[in-house]
């Protein structure tokens, strides 16, 4: 077999193959894929396919002494599917076959064939069809393929064949053997290379993952002022938030937990909203003054008329937590409505803490903001009764109770107050 | 930064060197694959032309297509495969690459070790010379197949010329039946559209079937995706893409792991993003499928028939029909009960890994089953990992019991380029990706491509079998 790099036109005899669908495993039979070089599978060319036919007394056209020297290979549909190994194309090079005209080809088969400088060309079906009528009963006369003019003639016919341009002009340049343009970019390459996120994590714009989070965040805040409802990490766990002033919103939180309308839900506030949900009496001050940002949440004099009833379900204390992770604070400064908090889990079971958890939720609730910057803490929040003059540790949580007392002045002993245990 | 870009988008348009011009491109390859079977005349042109390996830390190399099922001790009976194992070990050391070698335990089929050892990762480019390349898909990579040509150029330079492809959306909704699985849901598909029908066009693969999906099973339908005519399909990365990936070999760590994870995040499709087209399939209607023919496209659900001679045709249509049936040895309408088989395959890139077999052990223990007299089983895993996994949690010795062969890892009888053969006219259910004719070594050999699970049920009847039957709860 002669390789020659410029190839403007091939004129010789040729071989039809009438069947479609003519898969690589029969072009080159598997068994024959374990050659170390290409040299012997020239021979090996539809290999079983030639023995059964011969079995059965009959011709087949690669055996066909006739053809012996053929370069046009004459095919219908489908020619190539199946396997990306170029043994098939480099088999039929090997033959003697320089061109495969027919109606269509496997994908990777033909882009296998550009690289080796194997002329694949697509014709319509009746010109496909009328070239291997011709073949057959023309053994000796050529075929003519012209890659410049863009043409196949033989006998009195001529048809167009489709190339792609960039192939096509490979072939003719001789520079179908691709790795000498490839290596002509090295340096572009090498500059490609070290840009990449995953060559070294530097590479990584974390401006864009800030940007991410960012939509994200805007995107909350538009659902809840609209009514929606939204899953959001909280500290310990994840909690489903939403506008407080509107009762739907409130009444899906509900339904969601399956949770009884006797046990109001809380609110999620931060230093410079909280003045818009709670009455500040001393004590409520005196908490937030001294400890927020912190996971002490407080028992507080809901503010009326602001607070409806549908919220607070009669009761005059609302339960309102601090928003301590920066997505959830982000979301509770730019919201313009006060943002109803409650932990996500379904009536009677745990918490959602993981992905996995998350699962049964993902349909119900209209946007979920997974936690993938932090770990969730172990112990849920201390809450602090501030109702009243004095106030009053409910539950020790991760917030210890002594830093508390040096903080705030007068704060009692911690007493249990079941009915207000409302997270 | 709302943008309307397709993971496929995105991930190319990071890699390109060069426009080429005519919609070609010069493509940078991330990670590049190589085995035994596809690489030696790449190394041979590379030395013929007196170049070596730009890049040798994004080359991997390990053995699979040869490599026996049974003992896989030097040198190998098969000579040619041995000589085949001797020239990559010739060929690993001259040009310095890593070499996941049978001799360390670490060899396996490349499409199971590469995603195992966290080289496959979201985001990259990959290339191997194989074609179920597309496995790697699975994991938000665009993932290619490729000729030993190719091989070649990438060595040498770590490019490749690729063509710019059109996305269509694969959206797989509702949820699957039981006993059906990611295998009956991609014949599933080939079926209905054919298999030319993904020409031209990269898979994305979405919807609640996919989203539920574990890694391995989503491998298993990027896997076939070429099947379906595609040039390679993907699945937009997810916390089951991340938590697969945490604490693999190859992954990254500590900082590094955060912000790849942040990274990975943004790769998905954007919600703007356009398609070619896109084509939604029922989840809930999939059955446990067979092919029955020569190609994947001639496929039926195991509980019905094989398809009478009259449906409406032209005459290349009738002939494909005709052929196929004459060379599997089958009537118009023949029930497939009374289609016997001699061989049942568990394994391949395509249903190799670990809860493929688990999920076998399990549906073997419940019933008590076991493989019918004169059927051969053979359980393969894809891997080392894979194999070992087995003998820890119990799979391989419930498999063992119920009559299976459990082999050392390789690519076994999905195409016979190992001893694993058929013999004769033996008919295979085979959990493999081709029924071409001779695939599995034997030019009279007869292949019925269907689920892990299909197979083991066929097993234990000795004829094609439904799991949904076999299997049922009781």
């Known amino acids: ?423 | 930064m709302t943008t309307n870009k397709t993971l496929y988008d995105k991930v190319f348009e990071q890699h390109i060197v060069r426009d080429l011009g005519d919609n070609q491109y010069q493509l940078f390859i991330g990670l590049h694959l190589i085995h035994e079977a596809t690489s030696p005349q790449a190394f041979e042109m590379l030395r013929e032309l007196n170049i070596g390996c730009a890049y040798p830390q994004l080359n991997f190399v390990t053995a699979d297509h040869v490599t026996p099922t049974i003992e896989q001790v030097r040198p190998l009976n098969d000579q040619l495969g041995e000589s085949m194992l001797a020239q990559l070990e010739k060929n690993v050391t001259e040009f310095g690459l890593t070499y996941f070698s049978p001799e360390k335990r670490k060899n396996g089929i490349v499409h199971v070790i590469g995603p195992e050892y966290g080289l496959t990762q979201p985001g990259m480019t990959i290339a191997c010379g194989d074609s179920h390349t597309s496995t790697h898909g699975a994991f938000g990579s665009v993932a290619l197949g490729i000729g030993t040509s190719q091989i070649r150029d990438i060595i040498a330079t770590q490019t490749m010329v690729v063509n710019k492809l059109k996305v269509r959306k694969v959206a797989i909704t509702g949820e699957l039946a039981e006993k059906v699985s990611a295998k009956d849901v991609i014949l599933h598909l080939i079926e209905k559209m054919g298999p030319k029908a993904g020409v031209g066009y990269v898979y994305e693969f979405s919807g609640s079937v996919v989203d539920a999906m574990c890694m391995d099973e989503r491998m298993t339908l990027c896997n076939m995706a070429v099947e379906a005519g595609a040039r390679c399909g993907y699945v937009n990365p997810d916390q089951t893409t991340f938590d697969y990936l945490k604490d693999r070999e190859y992954a990254p760590t500590g900082d590094a792991w955060e912000r790849a994870v942040a990274w990975w995040a943004l790769l998905t499709s954007d919600e703007q993003a356009e398609y070619a087209d896109t084509v939604e399939i029922d989840g809930t209607k999939i059955r446990p499928l067979t092919t029955w023919g020569l190609n994947l496209g001639q496929t039926i659900p195991i509980r019905e028939s094989i398809p009478d001679r009259d449906f409406p045709s032209d005459a290349q249509e009738l002939q494909t029909y005709d052929e196929a049936l004459d060379f599997m040895g089958l009537k118009p309408a023949q029930k497939t009960e009374q289609i016997k088989i001699d061989v049942a395959f568990i394994g391949s890139c395509t249903n190799g890994r670990f809860s493929d077999f688990k999920l076998v052990a399990n549906e073997l223990k419940r019933s008590g089953r076991k493989v019918h007299a004169g059927v051969k089983a053979l359980a393969v895993p894809g891997s080392h990992l894979v194999y070992d996994q087995m003998m820890e949690s119990g799979v391989a010795k419930t498999l063992t019991d119920a009559g299976f062969e459990v082999r050392q890892p390789g690519c076994s009888m999905c195409l016979a380029m190992n001893d694993d053969k058929l013999i004769g006219a033996e008919v295979c259910a085979s959990s493999s990706n081709r029924n071409f004719k001779g695939r599995q070594g034997s030019p009279k050999g007869r292949t019925f491509i269907m689920s892990p699970l299909s197979v083991a049920a066929s097993a234990i009847a000795g004829h094609l079998a439904d799991p949904q039957v076999m299997f049922s709860e009781f």
């Open chain 1, 1 to 423: 077999m002669t390789i020659v790099d410029s190839i403007c036109e091939i004129k010789d005899t040729g071989i039809a193959l009438e069947a479609n669908d003519i898969d690589t495993d029969r072009i080159i039979p598997a068994r024959f894929l374990k050659a170390l070089s290409f040299t012997e599978l020239g021979n090996q060319v539809f290999y079983d396919e030639r023995k059964q036919t011969q079995s059965r007394g009959q011709l087949h056209p690669f055996d066909d002494v006739l053809r012996a020297n053929a370069k046009v290979l004459a095919v219908a549909k489908n020619f190539g599917c199946g396997s990306s190994r170029e043994h098939a194309p480099q088999a039929l090079r090997r033959w003697g076959i320089e061109v495969v005209i027919g109606e269509s080809f496997g994908e990777i088969f033909r882009g296998n064939c550009a690289s080796i400088g194997l002329v694949c060309l697509t014709v319509t079906r009746d010109g496909a069809a009328a070239l291997r009528a011709f073949i057959k009963e023309n053994p000796g006369e050529n075929v003519h393929v012209d890659l410049q003019e863009k043409t196949v003639s033989f006998g009195k016919d001529e048809f167009p064949f489709s190339l792609s341009e960039a192939v096509r002009e490979r072939l003719i340049s001789g520079r179908w053997n691709i790795v000498k343009e490839l290596l002509s970019n090295k340096q572009q390459t090498r500059t490609l290379f070290e840009q990449l996120p995953y060559i070294s994590d530097k590479n990584i714009n974390t401006t864009d993952a800030m940007t991410n989070k960012n939509e994200k965040i805007t995107k909350a805040v538009e659902i809840i002022e609209n009514g929606g409802v939204v899953i959001l990490p909280a500290d310990t766990v994840y909690g489903i938030y939403g506008n407080a002033l509107d009762e739907r919103s409130v009444e899906r939180a509900f339904g969601i937990k399956g949770r009884k309308r006797s046990k109001p839900l809380g609110i999620v506030s931060s230093r410079n909203k909280i003045s818009d949900v709670v009455e500040l009496n001393d004590s409520t001050q005196d908490v937030i003054n001294s400890c927020w940002p912190a996971p002490v949440s407080v028992i507080a004099p809901k503010k009326v008329g602001r607070i409806p009833e549908f919220f607070s379900g009669g009761e005059d204390g609302l339960l309102v937590v601090n928003a301590q992770n920066d997505i959830l604070a982000e979301i509770v400064e730019r919201t313009r409505v006060p943002i109803y908090s409650t932990t996500c889990n379904l009536a009677g079971e745990d918490e959602a803490r993981t992905s996995e958890d998350l699962k049964p939720f993902q349909d119900l609730v209209d946007l979920v903001i997974e936690n993938d910057s932090f770990e969730f803490a172990g112990t849920p929040s201390t809450i602090v009764n501030t109702m009243s003059e004095n106030p009053i540790v409910i539950r020790e949580g991760s917030y210890p109770v002594d830093e508390l007392i040096s903080k705030v002045s007068d704060v009692s002993d911690v007493s249990v107050d079941t009915k207000m245990l409302i997270q």
